[in-house]
Nanobody
């Protein structure tokens, strides 16, 4: 499995970005797809994840600002981020988690910078 993330960039506070992550290779339909982020000097943390059945989970800091979705036919997961704040700055990684095997696959990360 390989993951290709895109959509990061520089945005002003209050702005929006949409991240995409395409999974290629052998994908089990029951995997959990999600986004994590890591700011400089901080640990990687969960942003949001979604099961193949559409059950969503968000980090506490999201506060209804972000929305995760996936297209199972395209093996793609999206993260819509609104009302971005400077604390949202970091590298955003997509991840595929196979609950049957316990395997986790990470994408290369995409930089999100929120600054005026």
């Amino acid at each position: 499995v390989q993951l290709q993330a895109s959509g990061g960039g520089l945005v002003q506070p209050g702005g929006s970005l949409r991240l995409s992550c395409v999974a290629s290779g052998s994908i089990f339909s029951g995997v959990v797809m999600g986004w994590f982020r890591q700011a400089p000097g901080k640990q990687r943390e969960l942003v949001a994840e979604i099961t193949s059945g559409g059950i969503e989970k968000y980090g506490d800091f999201v506060k209804d600002r972000f929305s995760i979705s996936r297209d199972n036919r395209k093996n793609t997961v999206y993260l819509e981020m609104n009302n971005l704040e400077s604390d949202d700055t970091g590298v955003y990684y997509c991840r595929v988690f196979n609950r049957l095997t316990g395997s986790r696959t990470w994408g290369q990360g995409t930089q999100v910078t929120v600054s005026s």
